[in-house]
T-cell receptor, first 111, second 116 residues
Framework: SAVISQKPSRDICQRGTSLTIQCQVD?????MFWYRQQPGQSLTLIAT?????????ESGFVIDKFPISRPNLTFSTLTVSNMSPEDSSIYLC????????FGPGTRLTVL | AQTVTQSQPEMSVQEAETVTLSCTYD???????LFWYKQPPSRQMILVIR??????QNATENRFSVNFQKAAKSFSLKISDSQLGDAAMYFC?????????????FGKGTKLTVNP
């Protein structure tokens, strides 16, 4: 199994600002994933982050809006840039071992 | 592209009774994995059960079991002896074959209410 922590657990931000979310795993993993869960909705994959290479973004998500870093095998960050109220969501990081484990999520509210 | 469909936005069950949550999926792959995740109000995603497509035997985890019908592309979750703590959102998810993308494709979810 894997223990995943995320910081911050929640934040309230102003329109036009950026927020960086951190994800820390207690073991080395190749793939880390960032998901978005809009209010009352399911999870949608934003991007896959592999250590040492550029993140791979899903359709509808771009690097300028959601830049990702993956400096080592236990850590990743997701930045939500130039935020608008439509970015208000829960952002979850996840790692794939025998199965996928999820972090506790970051609840973001944009005013 | 793979899709996952949960046709029941909400379900309710009496405590100690049995409830079945439905899930269908679409894929052209023959080897894949299916999951049920539970998300309580705490928003933590908790893996409930996992099924490998190559296994004919339905997975079981204590009070949770699945009915996996590969030809029909159906993957329902049965919760027996429902408990108040089972109340949550339940998401069905698909993952492609080993060695490929590890990403999960989720259904829209079913909100389960357990009545005392």
């Amino acid at each position: 199994s894997a223990v995943i922590s995320q910081k911050p657990s929640r934040d309230i931000c102003q329109r036009g600002t950026s927020l960086t979310i951190q994800c820390q795993v207690d073991s080395q993993v190749t793939m880390m994933f960032w998901y978005r869960q809009q209010p009352g909705q399911s999870l949608t994959l934003i991007a896959t982050a592999n250590q040492g290479s550029e993140a791979t973004y899903e359709s509808g998500f771009v690097i300028d809006k959601f830049p990702i870093s993956r400096p080592n095998l236990t850590f990743s960050t997701l930045t939500v840039s130039n935020m608008s109220p439509e970015d208000s969501s829960i952002y979850l990081c996840s790692v794939a071992l025998a199965e996928q484990f999820f972090g506790p999520g970051t609840r973001l509210t944009v005013l | 592209a793979q899709t996952v469909t949960q046709s029941q936005p909400e379900m309710s069950v009496q405590e100690a009774e049995t409830v079945t949550l439905s899930c269908t999926y679409d894929t052209s792959e023959s080897d894949y994995y299916l999951f049920w995740y539970k998300q309580p109000p705490s928003r933590q995603m908790i893996l409930v059960i996992r099924q490998e497509a190559y296994k004919q035997q339905n997975a079981t985890e204590n009070r949770f079991s699945v009915n996996f019908q590969k030809a029909a592309k159906s993957f329902s979750l049965k919760i027996s002896d429902s408990q108040l703590g089972d109340a949550a959102m339940y998401f069905c998810a698909y993952r492609g074959p080993q060695g490929g993308s590890e990403k999960l494709v989720f259904g829209k979810g079913t909100k389960l209410t357990v009545n005392p």
